[in-house]
């Protein structure tokens, strides 16, 4: 009995797909391949190209906000990482949770200091976002900023928290 090679079919769909997913990892998502993409994932991948828009017309179609993937992952975290403002608005509007606590304990506040987005960081603030949360290796949202050098983000939350910073304090 020889070998079987088992007969794999692609379907256009599925191409689309895979093509979508590495464009996403490449940073380049367009609107063609958000078409093949079933819908609570196009949140997350419109979250991350700050495609507000899109966001704005799923949610109106019943699109429910997703919850964590099985990444720890949320559409709010991949907004605010990459500083998209308009788009973190409408999910928080939407309901989404700005404290919810995602990959290793951080929360999206903490995504978008790290990454320097001032912007987004006064927005969570002024929304209630918990300045105090620290990640599950002690690390707060004014750490996270300072340790990536963004010093704007760092005087706004050393500010907002009335706490002098010191270099290397972790909270």
């Known amino acids: ?42 949140i997350f991948l419109a979250a991350e190209s700050g495609d507000a828009n899109t966001i704005q017309e799923l949610l109106a179609t019943g699109t429910a906000l997703p919850k964590l993937d099985k990444f720890g992952q949320t559409p709010l975290m991949f907004s605010c990482l990459n500083g998209h403002l308009a788009a973190t608005k409408v999910l928080v509007e939407a309901g989404a949770p700005i404290n919810e606590r995602l990959q290793h304990g951080m929360t999206p506040l ?25 990640t599950d290796s002690g690390y707060s949202a004014l750490y996270c900023a300072e340790g990536n050098g963004h010093t704007e983000v760092v005087e706004f939350l050393a500010g907002a928290t009335n706490r002098k910073v010191e270099s290397g304090d972790r909270h």
């Open 1 to 42: 009995m020889g070998l079987v090679r088992p007969r794999v079919q692609f379907t256009l769909k599925a191409v689309l797909i895979a093509v979508a997913v590495l464009s996403c990892t490449l940073g380049t998502i367009t609107y063609v391949h958000l078409n093949y993409v079933h819908k609570p994932r196009k």
């Open 110 to 134: 903490m995504y978008a200091a790290a990454a320097g987005h001032l912007r987004v960081v006064e927005y969570l603030a002024a929304q209630g976002a918990d300045l105090t949360l620290l």
